[in-house]
Nanobody, 128 residues
């Protein structure tokens, strides 16, 4: 199983911004960002189709309008730009990748079991 590597986490104040990065394996069809707070289930934050240059994106309602997922195909890098951060955004953020060759319904973008590759996570802490 490929091990992804996230970077870019840190501590910011409410209203601040951070950009997370993650390498994209060549055989992925979709990449996503998930987050988890201790004691809670991991939740999907955003996802993008990496098979095409401008892949279709999905966002959790809680981050729409504040977070942007994107990819740099030349650098094989996935990004999550986070703006106007809130205390509730505090979590460990994970990068995940879905292999090509298996098709899933679009609504499954947020389902962890469809992603084969995972990173170890990067901590984001937002303080008031």
């Amino acid at each position: 199983q490929a091990q992804l590597a996230e970077s870019g986490g840190g501590s910011v104040q409410v209203g601040g911004s951070l950009t997370l990065s993650c390498g994209v394996p060549p055989d992925t069809a979709r990449m996503g960002w998930f987050r988890q707070v201790p004691g809670k289930e991991r939740e999907a934050v955003a996802s993008i189709n990496t098979k095409i240059k401008t892949g279709r994106t999905y966002y959790a309602d809680s981050v729409k309008g504040r977070f942007t997922i994107s990819q740099d195909n030349a650098k094989n890098t996935l990004y999550l730009q986070m703006r106007n951060l809130e205390v509730d955004d505090t979590a460990m953020y994970y990068c995940a990748g879905r292999r090509r060759g298996i098709s899933y319904e679009e609504y499954r973008w947020r389902e962890e079991w469809t992603y084969a590759y995972w990173g170890r996570g990067t901590q984001v802490t937002v303080s008031s």
